[in-house]
């Protein structure tokens, strides 16, 4: 059966380090179709529209979606992507590579963040010159479906997950969201604790190693996987997975970084080990593997890029992955 893979490269690397995984995933010689379609900055400039209507319904009806970055028009981009997709969950591992200098090496952990909501989803205006505000959006639906999805990921492999909120202050959202998740939690008889996401930020750079699948709403889940990052080498590292019921989208969590942009140096591993999550999701769970070993081989061994203190190119790292495979 061939699989529809939609592929939107986007501005700055999203343009370099998408074709590298494509590249990989071409290599594994799968029944793949790849249909390539636009967004960002680039065709906002073009066009007027950061997210033409033919890359959404693309998105809404393929397979499966790789993405790479785009600049400025993002929040006009992703958020109407995540929602093509339906997806409910952003899967966010973040982890330590043997081989690669961390702030923290024995990270290990995996966010399950809120995709819908929070303030993404909120409305803010400009009161007056003195005032602006911005509403939160929590549903108790929306972290039910978060909850039930983070039961049936922890049921192989983890003893339960933590909770992180911000429900001493944010009572109802957070308060909401908390309890909501605790109660799917203890229906489905999985173990919880709970963390305050401020004492999160600290426990997590002290000790990674206490946490490894941390649920937690749309913002904080950004903010705290961009955090762990941080610990285990980079931005260049960071696969996620966006999941919905019935297809999902796949994308490194950096943006299109233009200090770097143009000068073929970008660290594809966030988006190969991205394609590798394509791959486990589709299906191919030995294929998924073997990315995610060649990835793993190469960051010990090299050739590594800039921000992870070697001097090759994007390409040079590509091509070692692929000779691994
Ligand atoms: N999903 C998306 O498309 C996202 C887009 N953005 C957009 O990206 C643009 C730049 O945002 P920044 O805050 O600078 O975040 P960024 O993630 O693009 O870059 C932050 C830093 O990490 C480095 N970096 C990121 N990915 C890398 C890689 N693969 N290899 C080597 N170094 C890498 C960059 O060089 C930069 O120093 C903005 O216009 C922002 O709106 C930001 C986050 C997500
Ligand atoms: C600019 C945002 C919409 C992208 C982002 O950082 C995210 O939510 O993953």
Redesign the pocket.
Known sequence: MTHEIVVIP?D???QE?TPAAVDVLRALDLEFEFVEADAGDAVAEETGEPLPQETYDLAATADATL?G????T?AD??LPLREAVGSFVNIRPAKAYPGVDALRPETDLVFLRENTEGVYAGHEDRLTQDVSTLTRVVTESASRDLAEFACDYVSDDYDGFTIAHKANVMRETDGLFRDTVAEVAEENGVETDEVLMDAFATHVCLDPAQFEVVVCPNLAGDVLSDLAAGLVG???LLPSANVGPERALF??????????AGEG???????IISAAMLLEYLGYDDEAAAVESAVEATLEEGPR???LGGDASTEDVTQAIIDRL
């Open positions: 986007g700055g690397i999203g380090v993405f970055a785009v600049g400025e993002a981009v992703i980079g931005l260049g994308e490194p969590v950096h943006g299109s970084a233009p200090d770097i140096v970008a660290n594809p591993a966030a988006t890029t800039p921000d």
